[in-house]
């Protein structure tokens, strides 16, 4: 398969691209800095640089054309206000969705955040984020074009993986490791059957093969 990842420099994408590559799958992830090339290519990446908040849908397209299944998993980052999450956790997942369904890519994989809703209430930065998150959720869930499914994973943690989890519609809040959301994402990105999910995600008792293989169909 050949996948390409929004927001290709970030933690779970460059877990997400070793394991694709490690697998024999080609990757490419989108990257707004010439200078983050190098940790792609050492993750097996073929690194693409475009700023997703300037770029045009047909720009996004032509990156994403002849891709098996895209991957957003861009972000404004913890340490960004409430401008950018609206131009990268709304606009660039809205942009991206956009240019899958204008180049033909079906599959189509979102990394949002538990929580996310486009009714959330509230002002402060974390508000904004989740409302931003939400709608862009709700963007991506109405395209016709998209076979899409919904990651929401618990709150992140950078302790080494398990390969184990709980995933499911509704899980509850609960801590999960990066390098386990990244596995699940890739078992996604390769079973289409969880097509028209939102699923969460946490940290659990269920091999990630099994776990997605569970819902899948559901």
Do not use: C
Request: glycine residues 10%; aromatic residues 4%; charged residues 25%.
């Amino acid at each position: 398969m050949r996948i390409v990842i929004a927001g290709g420099h970030g933690q779970i994408a460059l877990r997400l691209e070793r394991l694709l590559a490690a697998r024999g799958d080609e990757v490419a992830g989108i990257i707004r800095k010439a200078e983050q090339a190098d940790d792609l290519r050492a993750a097996g990446a073929e690194p693409v640089v475009l700023d997703l908040e300037s770029a045009s849908v047909d720009e996004v397209a032509e990156r994403l054309r002849g891709a098996d299944a895209a991957v957003f998993a861009a972000g404004a980052g913890p340490n960004s206000g409430t401008a950018r999450k609206e131009t990268v956790d709304k606009a660039a997942a809205v942009l991206f969705a956009d240019a899958a369904v204008r180049a033909g890519v079906r599959r189509f994989v979102v990394v949002s955040s538990m929580a996310a809703d486009p009714e959330h209430q509230g002002d402060e930065v974390f508000d904004v984020y989740l409302r931003a998150k939400g709608e862009a959720d709700a963007y991506v869930r109405s395209q016709a074009g998209l076979d899409w499914t919904i990651l929401r994973p618990g709150a992140l943690t950078d302790d080494a993986g398990t390969g184990l989890v709980r995933l499911e519609a509704r899980t509850g809040r609960g801590p999960v490791p990066r390098d386990d959301v990244a596995a699940v994402l890739a078992e996604l990105v390769d079973t289409p059957a969880t097509a028209g999910l939102t699923l969460e995600l946490i940290s659990g008792s269920t091999p990630v093969a099994v776990a997605v293989k569970s819902v899948a169909g559901n």
